[in-house]
């Protein structure tokens, strides 16, 4: 396969990460970004003129958000192309995937959702997990890393200037886990949360470090830590976006035979990495249009030889 | 899906393991035990009649070994039996795979080969994390386990009553690769040998010591430890057939950025373990065929949803 044409909608930190990410990828060519602002970048292309793009792309790398850019765009683009998106709103994955895939289905196109590392890798190992060790209890962790929703929660809090709030797994939760002892954790012994904050000027730091530990949903269930830096320091040592985590299961085949499989990932950079997966599955919708097929996949439905870009035979000769 | 109707042909290891692995899947009943030896087992069935079953069967799982049974067994099988098969004799997957399909294609039914952990999930994670970081360096490593190969080497040497081989990976090695530190390393500092050996009566221990460590391929290029245990030692210590590895990518994407994407199985059972793979595999190779597909597959070509018993809309509401 050579010459893949990728449009990229949307240019924040996941954007900006397709774009690296495409151009690691020598079988595939950036052609243009699509964003509503207006951009300093040789191939910035007007959203509204999109449709004009039909028979100049071969795929579209959907990076807008979940809460209002994907749930919008997918249906509304998976008719004229094909298409990867990582919408991550757990509770609405239903719903979006039936209005891509109607979309998708009349434009004969293939749209892969929900892509990434999770919901996207994550989501792989615990169906493979089960399914291999159905008899056993899989969990989840997810740290060291930012979590740009706990971090904006923070910002919110009256007093709060700026934050980041990084997740932290248990290390402890994690041993219990690996040794096999299928323990029952609650939300408050699997992560920890740790908050960096840069107070407003005059803030009180005992009330903003209450109202942060107190905050129902976000922090009320965990133990959590603030601490408080200048500007100057967040931006030092804060600035990056690493994340990551482990999916891990625990099982019995014969009496007495336990079993551990274990997924995990360190990244220095969470968007960028959410784009290589982005842009190996969208090799892999390519590859199913041309077997003829169409509608709205999952990485649940992805042969995963296809995210590659050797052929199978290769495949088989030398990875197998 | 209900009452997948399985037939286990070789009933070794591997072939109790998947009886062990059908009981553990509700959908899934096993029919018969394919054996050349007489069994006291109320499904034991004749070999040479197993063409009798082709209407009585879904799916046949071949347990035997790679050396003589499979590469006769899984091509005069799969032109009559959707099957799946554990062959792992590296070097001679691609004639293999070339056998099946032709039969698999002429009986319009659906064979997956060489599957298992490896070949099977560690190749799969191989194909995976090299189209998510395509800029990186993968390793593999196995063990803490038992080589049957390397165990059986040692049996053959004189003055050796029995042995058994535990390959083990460096926990130095590992730590570099985890690191990010991107290491060249050989293949002494990868893993090291560790024999347990029941001596003959009258044995020079010297001299079958120094014949292990040194006896080219298997120990040669290895740092080899040599214990002398009685044979009630061996039995009571020894007799489990554990095994593992881990499979690691280090890959950097913009500037800066390292990522490490790592898989890891602990295996109390190697063969109880493989059985569950090949019968989860199985299922999808069943999933295929009823899709119109035929042909021989590997687990590159597997959506991995397949594999799972859930709907694959339950998947995307629980699981994504």
Known sequence: ??????????????????????????????????????????????????????????????????????????PALAEHFHLVDSFDTHARIPEHHAAVDAAALRGGKIAVISTGWDPGLFSLMRVLFEAVLPRGNGH????????????????????????????????????RVRSGENPELSTREKHSRLCYVVLEEGADAAAVEDAIVTLPHYFADYDTTVHFV??????????????????????????????????????????????????????????????????ARTIFDLPIGLLSPHASEDLRRDVL
Not at 234 to 248: I, K, Q, T, Y
């Open 230 to 295: 200048s500007a100057d320091e967040l931006e030092r040592d804060h600035s990056g976006l690493p994340h990551g985590g482990f999916v891990l299961r625990s099982g019995e085949t014969g009496p007495g035979h336990r079993h551990l499989v274990e997924f995990g990932l360190q990244l220095e950079s969470n968007p960028e990495f959410t784009a290589s997966v982005l842009v190996a599955c969208a090799r892999a919708a390519l590859r199913l249009a041309r077997r003829g097929e169409s509608g």
């Open 1 to 74: 396969m050579s010459n893949i044409s990728v449009g990229i909608v949307g240019y924040g930190n996941l954007g900006r990460g397709a774009e690296i990410s495409v151009a690691a990828n020598p079988d595939m060519a950036l052609k243009a970004i699509f964003s509503r602002r207006s951009l300093d970048h040789p191939l910035h292309a007007s959203m509204e003129k999109i449709l004009d793009w039909r028979d100049e792309l071969d795929v579209l790398l959907l990076c807008g958000g979940s809460a209002t850019d994907l749930p919008e765009q997918a």
């Open 140 to 175: 989840t962790f997810w740290g060291r890393g930012v979590s740009q929703g706990h971090s904006d929660a923070v910002r919110r809090i009256p007093g709060v200037r700026d934050a980041r709030q990084y997740t932290i797994p248990s290390e402890t939760a994690l041993a």
